[in-house]
């Protein structure tokens, strides 16, 4: 084939593309859950009644929002939530809180510039007569207003405030301070939990839900600090959940030096637990680990995602089943975190001294399905759970240097809500794949794949220019841990650059049963140059 006509099939395999790409079935979730144009880090997650359909349920997602682009978090709080039944379909709720006005409803700052938010937490309150109240804690860190407290009688707001000051209209009472978590226990008492560097526990005033209570004290250091003596090690994130009879304290951990095989970090989630709320506490373990750790070909701990950051989140049971909810870094500084979740399996032995026993969530990018994906539906390459490059990726407070492959954030705007999950709207593309950069999908569900038809994958991606293959691998991205390569794609320096749709047939794909890794493994003669930025993704049958 000359050049010419090279050049005339590729200009109509990008039209055709396009066109897919416009008409795409719309893919509902996996990790990220939400829509990935979404930035919603810090989420604590709740079951609530469904006030507009009394008896139904659904789980409400609360978080900080990364809308400033140039610093943590913005000036606004929202809420997604989703049927408890059907935790693929996530639906905005809105902004649910701004903090502006202060107790005259005069602005509090200049311009009527909202407060910064950080990492909120909300609890139900219900009284004698059954009705709830929501109480959200949305964690200003300006003026003198870090014990912020507003109410509501509905799970998605709008919340108002409710513990301002009576000396100062500008300031509020309430002992709560960074990265708040409250919880009601069951006989009604109420307690609290903060702290950065330094762990905070108290029971609250149920009159107030801010202030401790009359006759008791806070505690300091409820568990040790990164530089305290101790296993624990807190750093941030207070999150507290209770199950059966015991208190689960869930939090951001800053793991040791050389902790796994790498450098401290805390990017990584841990609970302890206790038998009363505000301890002493049994160290449990890590919950999730984002710098999704693993191991080479030649079986060495390595990194295969972002390799620092922060997260914050904590654990809930939906419909029998336990995850763990957190988020991830993207891009290269930590100001564009997005939400994501693993299934988890917990333990408890009920009684005085009993354990609780909770397995480590894996980094993948299937979100709520745990059965693995589909691989005849269309996700965007920004559901990868695995990137690296010819050398670690490393972390600099606040940037990330990769390189090889990493995610790369997108936005939008408000019509992004139109429809959310559409791929128009819904992609982070996998850019800088560099000549040994793999980039990684766990897990495909391979029994869904017609056994009595060969398979192709349909690659859409933007040539950069750079010659160079794509290698297909199922189960490993070497052949020395079992990997099996099902096809390959040669790119040509003289590819026109725009997205395309590239066709990779996988015979071999069908002879694989169950959830698979799916593997893209680079390679050039052209060093630290990308070879194509990857859009998205598909199974087909030939």
């Known amino acids: 084939m000359n050049k010419k006509n090279y050049s005339i099939r590729t200009i109509v395999l990008a039209l055709l593309g396009a066109l897919s790409w416009f008409q795409a079935d719309v893919v509902l979730a996996a990790n990220p859950y939400l829509p990935l144009w979404e930035y919603i880090p810090d989420g604590e997650p709740y079951v609530f009644e469904d006030p507009d359909h009394p008896g139904k349920y659904r789980v409400y997602v609360y978080g900080s929002h990364d809308s400033m682009k140039t610093e943590y978090c913005g000036r606004e709080q929202v809420v997604w939530s989703a049927p408890v039944d059907d935790l693929n379909n996530w639906r905005y709720d809105g902004i649910i809180f701004e903090s502006k006005t202060d107790a005259r409803g005069e602005w509090l700052n200049a311009g009527g510039v909202g407060d910064v938010l950080y990492a909120p937490d909300v609890v139900e309150v219900k009284d004698k007569n059954g009705k709830k109240t929501y109480y959200l804690y949305p964690n200003n860190q300006a003026g003198g207003r870090n014990g912020m407290v507003a109410k509501a009688d509905r799970p998605d707001g709008p919340f108002r405030v409710c513990n ?4 100062s209209p500008k300031a509020t009472t309430g002992v709560l301070a960074f990265d708040p978590a409250v919880m009601v226990d069951d006989d009604g008492r109420v307690y609290g939990y903060w702290g950065f560097e330094e762990s905070w526990g108290a029971e609250l005033d ?40 015991k208190y689960v304290f869930v939090y951001s951990r800053w793991t040791a030096e ?15 637990y206790s038998d009363n709320p505000l301890g002493p506490f049994t160290y449990g373990g890590t919950l999730i680990d984002g710098r999704g750790r693993d191991v080479d070909a030649d079986g060495k701990p390595i990194l295969t995602a972002t390799p620092g950051g922060n997260t914050h989140g904590s654990i809930i049971e939906i419909n029998g089943h336990w995850y763990v909810f957190y988020h991830r870094q993207c891009g290269t500084n930590e100001y564009a975190r997005q939400a994501m979740v ?22 993948t990018s299937e979100g709520f399905e745990t059965d693995g994906l589909n ?92 010659e ?38 996988v015979s071999k794909a069908k002879e694989f049963k169950g959830k698979q ?19 998205n993704l598909v199974f087909a049958k030939r």
């Open 375 to 466: 691989p005849y539906k269309r996700y965007s390459a920004g559901i990868a759970c695995y990137y690296t490059g010819p050398r670690p990726a490393y972390h600099e407070w606040p940037n990330f240097y990769f390189s090889g492959s990493y995610v790369q954030p997108t936005y939008g705007d408000a019509t992004n809500f139109d429809d959310p999950y559409n791929l128009r709207v819904n992609s982070n593309p996998v850019v800088n794949n560099t000549a040994g950069s793999i980039v990684g999908y766990k897990y495909f569900n391979f029994d869904l794949l017609d056994p009595d038809k060969d398979a192709e994958l349909l690659l859409s991606l933007k040539p950069l220019g750079v």
């Open 468 to 505: 160079g293959t794509i290698d297909v691998m199922v189960g490993s991205p070497w052949t020395s841990r079992g990997g099996v390569k099902v096809g390959t794609l040669r790119l040509s320096k003289d590819a026109p650059q725009q997205i395309a749709e590239m066709r990779i047939s």
């Open 206 to 245: 149920p009159a107030t839900m801010a202030t401790v209570k009359p006759g008791t004290q806070p505690v300091k250091d409820m568990v040790s600090s990164r530089k305290q003596d101790g296993v624990f090690r807190f750093f941030e994130a207070s999150s507290i959940r209770k199950i059966k009879d």
């Open 342 to 363: 693993a299934p988890i399996e917990v333990k408890v032995t009920e009684g005085a001294g009993g354990k609780v026993e909770i397995t480590e969530g894996e980094y």
């Open 517 to 535: 890794a799916l593997f893209f493994v680079f390679s050039s003669p052209t060093a630290d140059r990308s070879l194509c930025e990857l859009h």
């Open 164 to 167: 301002w000051s009576k000396e």
């Open 258 to 272: 050389g902790e796994f095989g790498f450098p401290g970090t805390n990017y990584t989630l841990a609970y302890a």
